[in-house]
């Protein structure tokens, strides 16, 4: 499966597809408090930074914000984000294969990828729970494809 397939799974509003993709953002300059309350508000594991919206600056998860918190105290919940989000984001494109996809995440440890076009432009977000309900979809269909050939279907 693709990740175009596994963001076309995905709905918001009512409204399958790519076209139904709502991307939180969250701007760089925000604190790290702002973060918390959107992430619980939205109840996400994880929020784009981006300055315009458009491009992923950093990404900031739950866990970021947990490694902080007991490193530093809650202190920290006063400095901007961009302190503290992890910069290197790792983004994914259209046509990638769920698999390639997760094995990226395992071994990348991460658990949110953005998925940009040509242009760096996010047209979504695909979460491991994606990724992995995408490559069982992918895996039932295979199944059902052999037991028909054994069955003679």
């Known amino acids: 499966m693709l ?3 596994m963001l076309s799974m995905k709905s918001g509003s009512g409204k ?5 993709q709502t991307i939180i953002t969250i701007a760089p300059d925000a604190t ?6 959107l992430l619980s508000e939205r109840r996400i594991g994880a929020v784009v930074v981006s300055t315009d919206g458009k491009t992923p600056d950093g990404i ?3 866990r970021d914000v947990v490694r902080q918190l007991g490193a530093k105290g809650p202190d920290i919940l006063s400095v901007p984000i961009s302190q503290v989000m992890t910069t290197a984001v790792q ?5 990638e294969d769920a698999l390639i996809v997760l094995e990226r ?3 990348g440890r991460f658990r949110h990828l953005p998925v940009v ?6 047209l979504g977000v695909i979460s491991i729970g994606d990724a992995v309900s995408g490559r069982l979809k992918e895996l039932a269909a295979e ?11």
Do not use: F, R
Request: glycine residues 14%; hydrophobic residues 40%; negative net charge.
């Open 91 to 95: 983004t994914c494109t259209t046509g």
């Open 117 to 122: 076009d040509g242009n760096g432009h996010m």
């Open 3 to 5: 990740v175009n397939q």
């Open 16 to 20: 399958a597809g790519i076209e139904a």
């Open 105 to 107: 995440m395992t071994e």
């Open 32 to 37: 790290l408090a702002d973060a918390v309350k």
């Open 60 to 62: 900031l998860s739950e």
């Open 143 to 153: 199944k059902d494809a052999l037991t028909g050939m054994i069955m003679g279907s």
